[in-house]
């Protein structure tokens, strides 16, 4: 019955498409969908993660950023930025693709070359951000975000990777957007004073690294990026975060276990909610693989369609 009326339902469609285009019987005419999603589209800000489309977007970056388009995208997250390059593509010449294809660069990924960080190599970091900031003032991005965990095994090691956050906002501020900091499920394990590692556990003492983050960096220099799936992951409420932490966490990466919606496990409407409440807008869709042997284009696609559907999604 559900084909059947899926049938007829296509069937209308292509009439009434056909009937619009004034060409009945022509097949070209056939696609009536494509400006009803343009004017949806319109509507919503679905940013893209383009980590999601792994080695699959570098075999042909101007026609994969076509498809993006014309999936719903509307802006992108960039991974893969390294020396002037984004994923081995002159950053100017990526740039110019994305723009070509009417898409965004808003924010970008990067991590500083060293995972533990200490005293002696604060200056390495630093020279690090600035080189990477000027790249990406140039690009126009409006956020700088380092993805990866450095080494936080205490109490004392997390308190000082604040203090490097906070001279890494200094720079990202001074070219002109703020940086970000994005977690993993691990940033909710704890740590002690003293402690040689962080551990999970509700009965573990201690504080978690992510709320040492977030009380030991200035809020006029550092942004949290919740991957509210990681956070889900680490045990944690992403909307306990929204609603304790409003004006720290401003981005969000909108991620399920793979396509959007298909677990059980993310109750993304009561995410969005939170956010949109909070006064906030900008987000990332990502994926971190397919597990049923679909291309990530095609799980990247039906991650748009989910967000598109969604009425609490804007
Ligand atoms: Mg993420």
Known sequence: MTNRRNFL??????????LMAGKVGNAVAAQPASPVVSATTASKNIGLQIYSLGGELFKDVPGGMKKLKQMGYATLELAGYGDGKVGGIDMMEFKKMVDDAGLKI?????????????????????????KTADDHAKLGVKYLVQPGQPSTRSVEETQYVCEVFNEAGKIAKAAGFPF???????????VVPGGNGAKFGRHNPGESVYDIFLKNTDPSLVLFEMDVYWAVMGQADPVEYLQKYPDRIKLLHIKDRAVLGKSGMMNFESIFKQFYANGNKDYFVEIEGMPDGRTQFEGVKDCATYLLKAKFAK
């Open 9 to 18: 339902k296509n069937a209308s469609l292509f009439t009434l498409g056909s």
């Open 106 to 130: 808003t924010s970008s990924h990067v991590n500083p070359p060293v995972g533990e960080y200490t005293k002696s190599n604060l200056n390495v970091i630093k020279d690090f951000w600035k």
């Open 180 to 190: 970000g900091y994005h977690n993993h499920d691990f940033e909710f394990a704890k």
